[in-house]
């Protein structure tokens, strides 16, 4: 099966504070059961990459994927179907094999607006660079409507911001950058939202290039997690109408560890 996780965020979650926390996300994607996080749909896309930002931190290699979620028998919500799209590198075959394939390996950009490439050393996202260091770096956007910003993100921290000029729908652009171990992605996106894209404002960006070596610590991220876990299994203990006495052991055994 494809497995991926839908509507990660529309509001902050905030572990601690939270009334109740009963989304068991952090434990399926520790389990190795998630092949790819919608991180654009029916949420706040700042908000869910936010959150992809911080599994990536602790070693986990989540492609970007998407889903517009329209209810297509209601003229409201975040627009028509396609408004939100993932893109695949297929090296050219359309089987539902390499689709497939594709999604699995990363190797993909989500948009509601601009058109993203990156390319470091050759190799394109999915990929992993064996090292860090000095690596070439090309990058590309293409837009139908002008964009505020577009910046090259290692690690949840932006180390190039590029300057749009003009009408603001285009850039090429090649160079050095020095890269930690990690993960390195671009995006793009406005401050607001534009009439011509009828979702909450313009977004891309692309699934994470890696770079072997040692991660940088992430307690912080490890941290927040932990919380969440905390909580879900709070959640859970609260919780009547099991089954069975199995179902209940079994489904604290799976959130526990």
Do not use: C
Request: hydrophobic share 45%.
């Amino acid at each position: 099966a494809l497995v991926g996780y839908v509507h990660i965020a529309d509001v902050p979650i905030d572990p601690p504070n939270e009334k109740v926390l009963s989304y068991e996300l952090p434990a399926t994607v520790a389990h190795g059961k998630v092949d790819y996080l919608e991180v654009m749909g029916f949420s706040d896309h700042h908000l869910t990459a936010g959150i992809w930002y911080r599994f990536l931190n602790l070693g986990f290699r989540l492609p970007a994927g998407a889903g517009t979620d329209a209810m297509a028998n209601y003229a409201s919500l975040r627009g028509p179907v396609g408004l939100v799209r993932v893109f695949l590198d297929t090296h050219g075959q359309r089987t539902p094999a390499a689709l497939t394939g594709a999604l699995k390996a990363g190797r993909t950009f989500v948009t509601n607006s601009a058109l993203v490439g990156l390319s470091i050393d050759g190799k394109s996202p999915g990929e992993v660079l064996s090292r860090g260091g000095r690596h070439p770096v090309r990058i590309s956007m293409r837009s139908p409507v002008a964009m505020d910003h577009l910046e090259l993100v290692q690690n949840g921290r932006v180390i190039k911001a590029f300057d749009l000029t003009g009408d603001r729908t285009r850039l090429d652009w090649s160079g050095e950058i020095d890269l930690d171990a990690g993960w390195v992605l671009l995006r793009a996106f406005n401050d607001a939202a534009h009439p011509w894209v009828l979702d909450v404002y313009p977004y891309a960006t692309t699934s994470p290039l890696y770079v072997d070596g040692n991660l940088p610590p992430a307690a912080a991220d490890a941290a927040y997690f932990s919380t969440w876990m905390d909580r879900v299994v709070e959640a859970a203990l609260a919780r009547g109408g099991w089954n069975s006495e199995q179902e209940k052991t079994d489904i604290l055994a799976y959130l526990e560890e």
